[in-house]
């Protein structure tokens, strides 16, 4: 039961210090593990830091008494493929959640093949089952721009937009959207969608990564995993990364990511062909032959 007094110290309450919030831990270590756990990405960084300053400065306000509307937060992350969009949102889902802004620090990803059905009556009941597999938490439509097909009139994509706009000006429905794909596309999606593009108000944009930033993401992955390439491995693969960035579908970290599981293959079939006992430097370490080992080098021909 809440005594008079309690109340009065409500009224009273003048002060809310940031410091003392267990909340505020919460989003400084995600904030911490996204500057540390990923490479570059400044802005990205800062724009992450800028939102959670805010969403952490509007619950102070709200401890005071100085109502305001729940922020939208709905977002839209720009940028190609394998430059940290996914991994991001990851992160921002666990600062709303530590902030309360939703219930789950899930993210739910779709494309347009789960929300679009193929027949006429059957996106309505796909489209609600997504958006209630995501509810409480954060619906990630990756390439959110296959939603508009301008060209076909019937498009059933349409469809799919505007019960998103209604759910997402659901206040109640603690469900915030993330749009994602690349920035060119997305900028012609939103003008084409005036109404979807005025409830998202944070652009996020994921710029492609420097040959530089890949090799220290490869660096991180590696040790990550408790590898490690030796120099000539290493310069090697610094090779392999600058024919692989002119590869078609090149997926910046996550080219990154493949290249590295390649070389572990290798390593592997080269350790096992040893045979004889194998010591703990032999385990760890990634060699040239290891990098050398791909196609790319040979024939220059599809990502190896
Ligand atoms: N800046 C970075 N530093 C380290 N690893 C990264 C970075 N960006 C992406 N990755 C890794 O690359 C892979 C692809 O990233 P992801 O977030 O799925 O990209 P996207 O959603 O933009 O396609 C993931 O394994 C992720 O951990
Ligand atoms: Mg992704």
């Known amino acids: 039961m809440p005594t008079e007094a309690d109340a009065t110290d409500e009224l009273t309450l003048e002060e809310f210090d940031l410091a003392s919030d267990d909340s505020k831990r919460q989003v400084e270590e995600t904030l911490a593990a996204l500057e540390n756990e990923l490479v570059g990405l400044g802005s990205v960084k800062d724009r992450v830091r800028e939102i959670a300053a805010l969403l952490l400065v509007d619950r102070a306000r709200e401890q005071l008494g100085l109502s305001s509307s729940r ?24 600062i709303l959640h530590s902030l309360g802004y939703v219930r789950t620090p899930r993210v739910h990803t779709v494309t347009r093949d789960d929300l679009v059905g193929q027949f006429i009556g059957h996106t309505a009941p796909k489209t609600k089952e997504a958006i209630a597999r ?43 959207v993330v749009f994602a794909g690349y920035e060119d596309r997305m900028d012609t999606f939103f003008s084409a969608n005036p109404g979807l593009s005025s409830r998202v108000p944070h652009h996020i944009s994921f710029e492609d990564y420097s040959h530089d930033e890949l090799m220290r993401i490869a660096d991180l992955m590696v040790a990550k995993e408790n590898f490690r390439f030796d120099p000539a491995a290493r310069a090697a693969f610094a090779d392999y990364l600058e024919l692989r960035m002119k590869q078609p579908r090149f997926s910046n970290a996550r080219s990154v990511r493949n290249a590295v599981e390649r070389c572990r293959l290798r390593q592997a079939k ?9 010591t703990r430097d032999d385990l760890v370490t990634l060699t040239e032959t290891d990098v050398r080992g791909s196609s790319l080098f040979r024939d220059g021909a599809s990502a190896g």
């Open 134 to 176: 995501a509810a409480g938490g954060v619906l990630f439509i990756d390439e959110a721009y296959y939603l508009f097909r301008p060209e076909n009139e019937r498009d059933y994509g349409q469809e799919v937009i505007e019960i998103l706009l209604q759910e997402m000006e659901n206040e109640r429905a603690s469900l915030v």
């Open 270 to 278: 080269r350790l096992v062909e040893l045979h004889k006992p194998l």
């Open 71 to 94: 922020p939208t937060l709905h977002m839209s992350f720009t940028g190609g493929p394998g430059t940290g969009k996914t991994t991001v949102a990851q992160m921002m889902a666990k």
